[in-house]
């Protein structure tokens, strides 16, 4: 079956310093790929998507490479915010099967930024 | 454009009792999806409706069951609540299923405690 595995948190890091959250995963055929946040006591926003092999998903500063050589869709941002702060998601999305068309998530990151 | 709505925002409930909780979806949405985001569990997937129709649930027991109704929008119903069915639950729509690259774009949870 499809699975995501991603760092577990809590990471902790000081206003403009560079994030990085690792995230492989395990899929049959090409799944889609998703980045999720979620914000103290609200529901998950979509971040970012890539969709085939090569994409690039970026939005607000932060980007992540879908990477099929290595399973791979790590986050990055180059200089994160006190307001990044939050819990973010790795999750695919499969292309086949009955089982496919819900999102499998990752255990989640808890990001801390501080000032 | 109106996003996931959830209702009721808070649902407090004893053992024993069942809790209903809805779900609107962004217009012209027809997939709806549930998820239950328990502490220390992460987020699992429960039930996925299309055309008013279940296409795939979790590894939930029965006692977990919903339903789409004409308009789309959806409820969840749990029966003989326990204990650990203390959780935020999650509810996501996305445009037709067979598009996979489609997002899911979620509600902002009923958070459901069980006393």
């Known amino acids: 079956g499809n699975s995501v595995t991603q760092m577990e948190g809590p990471v902790t890091l000081s206003e403009e310093a560079f994030l990085t959250i690792n995230c492989t995963y395990t899929a049959t055929g090409y799944p889609s790929l998703f980045w999720y946040v979620q914000y103290p006591g609200e529901g998950l926003q979509l971040l970012l998507k890539a969709t085939k092999a090569d994409d690039k998903g970026s939005n607000k500063g932060f980007e992540a490479t879908y990477r099929k050589e290595t399973t791979s869709f790590h986050l990055e941002k180059g200089s994160v915010q006190v307001s990044d702060s939050a819990v973010y998601f790795c999750?695919?999305?499969?292309?086949?099967?009955?089982?496919?068309?819900?999102?499998?998530f990752g255990k989640g990151t808890k990001l801390s930024v501080i000032p | 454009e109106a996003g996931v709505t959830q209702s009721p925002t808070h649902l407090i409930k004893t053992r024993g009792q069942q809790a209903t909780l809805r779900c609107s979806p962004i217009s012209g949405h027809t997939s709806v999806y549930w998820y239950q985001q328990a502490l220390g569990l992460g987020l699992q997937f429960l039930l996925w409706?299309?055309?008013?129709?279940?296409?795939n649930r979790g590894n939930f027991p029965p006692r977990f069951s919903g339903r789409q109704f004409p308009n789309y929008s959806s409820e969840l119903n749990v029966n003989a609540l326990e204990l650990e069915d203390s959780a935020l639950y999650l509810c996501?729509?996305?445009?037709?299923?067979?598009?996979?690259?489609?997002?899911?774009?979620f509600g902002d949870g009923t958070r459901l405690s069980i006393l």
């Open positions: 996501a729509s996305s445009l037709e299923a067979g598009e996979v690259a489609q997002p899911q774009h």
């Open positions: 999750a695919l999305r499969g292309h086949s099967g009955a089982g496919s068309y819900q999102l499998t």
């Open positions: 409706y299309d055309e008013g129709e279940e296409r």
